[in-house]
């Protein structure tokens, strides 16, 4: 990121290539891989947190990948929540149909089948 040095400089740049491979992992939506990650990226932290004065500069660049990287966990999150909502009514569907009445009331049909699947030789 910068010209320095130092044991700053070499957590920023340690955290900087871990921080762009976890942008590579969410986007591929490969969640292993960025489980996987996490252990390094806590101690690559701490390793700054424990230096006194790391200088604003080198921090600066580091903040930016963390908010892309934020952005980008936000909307695969949302995506998530998403599928899981669309499975939780295609449940839902299975056991029961909801339709309306001439009035205009919803009425819920419970299905009663059940679905077992008849195997012939």
Known sequence: MTGETGPAHDAVEAL????????????AGDFE?????????AALIDQLDAIDDPGEEMLVGIRR???RNQGLL?????????VAGRIGALHRMRRSL????????????????DHVIEKRA
């Open 16 to 27: 900087a290539a871990l921080l762009e491979d976890e942008r590579m992992a969410l986007l």
């Open 33 to 41: 891989r960025l489980i996987g990650m996490l252990d390094d990226k």
């Open 65 to 67: 990948l963390l908010e």
């Open 74 to 82: 936000d909307s695969a999150l949302a995506g998530i929540r998403g």
């Open 98 to 113: 909801e339709t309306y009445d001439r009035s205009g009331r919803r009425t819920t049909i419970e299905a009663t089948i």
